[in-house]
C-alpha cells in the first residue's frame, strides 16, 4: 500500500468548511483513497473513498487532482462534533491476501468555537 | 442493528493472567479483525480471518491466540498478558461486493491495562 503524508494538526472554526490534506504522491493506479475519522475513545469510522473522480456524501467530498498524487477531504461545515484524528489511507480495493486498514498518525482536526 | 459490539469495554490483568476478547457482528460480513492502538498512535493489526473457521496473523500477532468458530463472533485471546499488551484493542468487520472490498466497521473498543 502507498504511504500517506499528512499535516499533525489543523484548526478550523465552526460553521467554515474543513480543508484536509493528504499526500500520496506513490500511489499505484489499483489504489484507491480511503478516509476514515475517530473521534477520541471511539472506534474509527468510515468516511469517504475514491478512486480518481471527486466523490460526495452526506458527511464530506474528496477531491483527488488528476494525477492522484495528493487528495482533499472537506467537511463543507464543520462542527464542533467533527473534532478528530483523521486517516487518509491508500490501498487497494481487492487483495487476496491482507485485507487490513494501514494507519499513520493522521491529522488531528480541532474545530475551534 | 447493532453493527459492531465488544465485550468487555475495560479491564484491568496482573501481569501472567488470560483473558478472553469478544466481537460480535450482525451484519453478515466475512471479514473480521483485531486490532491495537497505544497512545498517541495509529492503528496495528493483530490478527484478521476472511471466513467462518479461518485466521491469519496481521503486523503484531505475538502474545495473541483468535478465533472464529462462528461467522458472527471473533475471539481475540491473550494466554499470560504482559505489560506491553496494554492498549486498547478494536474488532472491525467488513464485506466483499463484486470483488471490490468494502469499507470496515469498527467496535467501541476494549480498554485493557496490565499491571
Known amino acids: 500500500d502507498a504511504k500517506t503524508t499528512q499535516p499533525p494538526s489543523m484548526d478550523c472554526a465552526e460553521g467554515r468548511a474543513a480543508n484536509l490534506p493528504c499526500n500520496h504522491s506513490?500511489?499505484?493506479?489499483?489504489?484507491?483513497v480511503y478516509w476514515y475519522r475517530q473521534i477520541h475513545s471511539q472506534g474509527p469510522q468510515y468516511i469517504i473513498h475514491?478512486?480518481?473522480n471527486n466523490e460526495t456524501n452526506e458527511m464530506a467530498s474528496l477531491i483527488i487532482t488528476e494525477d492522484r498524487k495528493s487528495s482533499t477531504l472537506i467537511l463543507p461545515h464543520a462542527t464542533l462534533r467533527d473534532t478528530a484524528v483523521y486517516y487518509c489511507i491508500v490501498r487497494v480495493a481487492t487483495n487476496t491476501g491482507r485485507r487490513a486498514l494501514t494507519f499513520g498518525s493522521g491529522t488531528r482536526l480541532q474545530v475551534q468555537p | 442493528n447493532a453493527g459492531v459490539t465488544q465485550t468487555p469495554k475495560f479491564r484491568v490483568l496482573k501481569t501472567g493472567q488470560s483473558m478472553t476478547l469478544l466481537c460480535a457482528q450482525d451484519m453478515n460480513h466475512e471479514y473480521m479483525y483485531w486490532y491495537r492502538q497505544d497512545p498517541g498512535m495509529g492503528l496495528r493489526l493483530i490478527h484478521y480471518?476472511?471466513?467462518?473457521?479461518?485466521?491469519a496473523k496481521g503486523e503484531v500477532p505475538d502474545g495473541y491466540n483468535v478465533s472464529r468458530l462462528k461467522k458472527q463472533n471473533f475471539l481475540l485471546g491473550l494466554e499470560s498478558a504482559a505489560p506491553s499488551q496494554t492498549s486498547v484493542y478494536f474488532c472491525a468487520s467488513s464485506y466483499e461486493a463484486g470483488g471490490i472490498q468494502e469499507t470496515q466497521y469498527f467496535g467501541p473498543g476494549t480498554r485493557l491495562l496490565v499491571l
Open positions: 480471518s476472511v471466513g467462518e473457521g479461518t485466521t
Open positions: 475514491g478512486l480518481k
Open positions: 506513490t500511489i499505484s493506479g489499483n489504489e484507491y
